[in-house]
């Protein structure tokens, strides 16, 4: 990957867009030595997200076939996510102590 | 682009994930399909982890089901990460859940959505209000 400065990114902006648009290139943008934002094709991106709605929609649907096949209830489950979430909770704080 | 932006909570994360029935499933299906950005932090990110990892959530999960790859699925579809947000005290009786709510205010969110009474019980935050799922439904449905 490509990395810039801020400064190349100023100076340059109009030659380092052409590059993402006609050669489908990828910039890091780096300020003070730090990675701060990445210039991509606008279509990788929507493909990336693409990608990623529907695999979260295939691991939901996979989930979602388990709770209709084992008949669990919404109720039962939303009771075990509070006590879930209240355990998180309270072995935080043992910790703190 | 949509200018709600909302931080969720763990349970609300959860839920959404193994509750297809309920109101956080809406939610996040609602931010995938564009009508809002879920604003989150690292903090959440682990606590969402945390509470994935308990028996008594695990037990409910397909074993098949990559709970770490669905929230980054989740997340790079519909989410703003913010950087680690810590500010001063805001519930006093649970400071663990203040990271909630500097998430919100670094992230500029318009709402905290959460089951948390003590949470529920700050109302607003610096321009976040504070509701809870079914609430946060309701209004993205009116607007």
């Given at each position: 990957m490509n990395?810039?400065?801020?400064l190349?990114?100023?100076?340059h902006?109009?030659?380092l867009l052409?590059r ?19 210039i991509?094709?606008a279509?990788?991106?929507?493909r990336?997200e693409d ?8 691991l939901q649907?996979?989930?979602d076939?388990?709770v209709r096949e084992?008949?669990y209830?919404?109720a039962?489950m939303?009771?075990a ?8 909770k309270?072995?935080r ?5 | ?17 193994i509750?297809?029935?309920g ?8 931010a ?6 879920i ?9 969402v982890?945390e509470v ?7 037990r409910?999960?397909v074993?098949?089901f ?9 997340e790079?579809?519909a ?9 001063p005290?805001v ?11 500097w998430?919100?205010?670094?992230g500029?969110?318009t709402h905290?959505?959460t ?8 109302k607003?935050?610096?321009?976040a209000?504070?509701v809870?799922?079914?609430t946060?439904l ?6």
């Open positions: 990395r810039i400065t801020t190349d990114l100023r100076a902006m109009g030659e052409d993402v648009r006609l050669r489908f290139e990828s910039f890091v943008v780096e300020r003070k030595g730090r990675e701060v934002a990445a991509i094709p279509e990788r991106l929507r990336l990608f990623a709605r529907r695999r979260a929609a295939e649907a996979l989930q076939e388990h084992k008949g209830d919404a039962e939303e009771r996510i509070a006590e879930a979430a209240r355990d998180v309270t072995k704080k043992a910790r703190k102590k | 682009m949509n200018a709600w932006r909302a931080v969720l909570d763990a349970q609300v994360w959860i839920s959404a994930a509750n297809s029935a109101p956080a499933r809406k939610i996040v299906d609602a995938a399909a564009g009508a809002f950005r604003v989150t932090s690292p903090y959440v990110h682990a606590e982890r994935f990892s308990r028996p008594a959530v695990r409910f999960l074993p098949r990559d709970e770490a790859a669905w929230l980054d699925f989740v790079v579809t989410a703003d990460v913010v950087e680690e947000a810590v500010g005290p519930v006093p009786a649970d400071p663990d859940d203040d990271p909630y709510l998430t919100a205010y670094v500029a969110a905290v959505v089951r948390d009474a003590q949470v529920l019980a700050v607003h935050f610096h321009g209000q504070v809870d799922p079914s946060f309701r209004i993205l449905r009116v607007t």
